[in-house]
């Protein structure tokens, strides 16, 4: 899977879901990476996800009355006369200007995409229309994860060294890779306890019992 938005003035931002890793190119304007990096997903959990949106609303009002209060005489004659001066053209080009320049912080301040992994950043233009991708983007990069660490370190030996692998299955726990009663599956399997609780009987702590 392949997200990509291109960002006016600011470059592009690639991001691909490989099979064993994450990879993330920024590029500039003109082309040259800024940034490349490719994150294994033995270092991606957790994953975390925002939408972070804040328009200055009291602004954008203060603007538009400007403009209005600007336009005011330019308008009048022009309906007045049907001739257009040097301040009508004056007045559209500082209003192109200030449409062009809303649309820019839109993207790039007001708007943004933010996807947190355990050791990286990635903020994005927060496009309506690539919301939805987006979202896939950050639900398909969980699960790959989990898939991938679920297939390459959610198996045991119980003829290996036992620590480590209890260490690993923690591991993936901690992670929610593995689910509670499949992390005490493995964990039995290696030690063959049904847990690491202690028993007490006539007011001894006893080991708790080892399944054949």
């Known amino acids: 899977m392949i997200f990509t938005q291109k960002q006016l003035f600011q470059g592009s931002t690639v991001i691909a879901l490989r099979a064993e890793s994450l990879y993330v190119c920024k590029r ?15 270092e ?9 949106r804040h328009i200055p609303t009291s602004q954008l009002l203060f603007t538009g009355l400007l403009l209005a209060l ?28 200030n449409l062009l320049a809303s649309w820019l912080r839109f993207e790039q301040q007001w708007c943004t995409f933010r996807l947190q992994t355990a ?6 233009a927060g496009r309506p229309w690539q919301r939805k991708q987006f979202r896939t ?3 398909e990069l969980e699960r790959r994860t989990k898939t991938y660490l679920r297939g390459e370190y959610g198996q ?13 299955v ?7 890779v593995l689910t509670a009663p499949e992390a005490r599956a ?23 019992p080892y399944l054949n």
């Open 70 to 97: 600007l336009g005011y005489g330019p308008w009048r004659e022009w309906l007045a006369t049907g001739t257009a001066s040097a301040a009508f053209y004056g007045w559209w080009a500082v209003l192109v200007l």
């Open 186 to 208: 493995l964990s039995t399997r290696l030690t063959g306890r049904w847990g690491a609780d202690t028993l007490k009987s006539m007011g001894q702590e006893l080991e708790s």
């Open 44 to 52: 991606i959990l957790p994953v975390k996800s925002g939408e972070h």
């Open 28 to 42: 500039n304007p003109q082309g040259v990476a800024t940034l490349e990096t490719e994150v294994p997903y033995e």
């Open 119 to 124: 050791h990286m950043v990635v903020t994005l």
């Open 156 to 168: 045991v030996n119980p003829l290996g060294f036992i620590e480590p692998q209890l260490r690993r």
């Open 137 to 139: 983007l950050v639900a």
């Open 170 to 176: 923690a591991w993936l726990r901690d992670l929610e």
